[in-house]
């Protein structure tokens, strides 16, 4: 069974920096683009950044020169290093493969706050 597992969330002050993982289980993970993103209680889950098979990231303007996609198709992971943190960021923080049956992971939950 195909599994994605985030990890490197955390507790973090603002200005601060994390990065996020995510681990693929299974094949073909190259051939997928991949994506973060975010929720907040009560809020719908908010696309934060993508990153095709080839490499080509995209981002929501709000993380644009604070976060950075990136993947490494060896060790069938995403990353997603976020720098420059605001409390705004806060949320939980959900991988995604983009394929016909979409792929979740379970989250991880990252908390920026002084």
């Known amino acids: 069974q195909v599994q994605l597992v985030e990890s490197g969330g955390g507790l973090v002050q603002p200005g601060g920096s994390l990065r996020l993982s995510c681990a693929a289980s299974?094949?073909?993970?190259?051939?997928?683009?991949m994506g973060w993103y975010r929720q907040t209680p009560g809020k719908q889950r908010e696309w934060v950044a993508s990153?095709?098979?080839?490499?080509?990231?995209n981002y929501v303007d709000s993380v644009k020169g604070r976060f950075t996609i990136s993947r490494d198709n060896a060790k069938n992971t995403v990353y997603l290093q976020m720098n420059n943190l605001k409390p705004e960021d806060t949320a939980v923080y959900y991988c995604?493969?983009?394929?016909?049956?979409?792929?979740w992971g379970q989250g991880t939950q990252v908390t920026v706050s002084s």
């Open positions: 299974g094949r073909d993970f190259s051939i997928y683009s």
């Open positions: 995604r493969r983009f394929s016909e049956i979409p792929l």
């Open positions: 990153i095709m098979s080839h490499g080509r990231p």
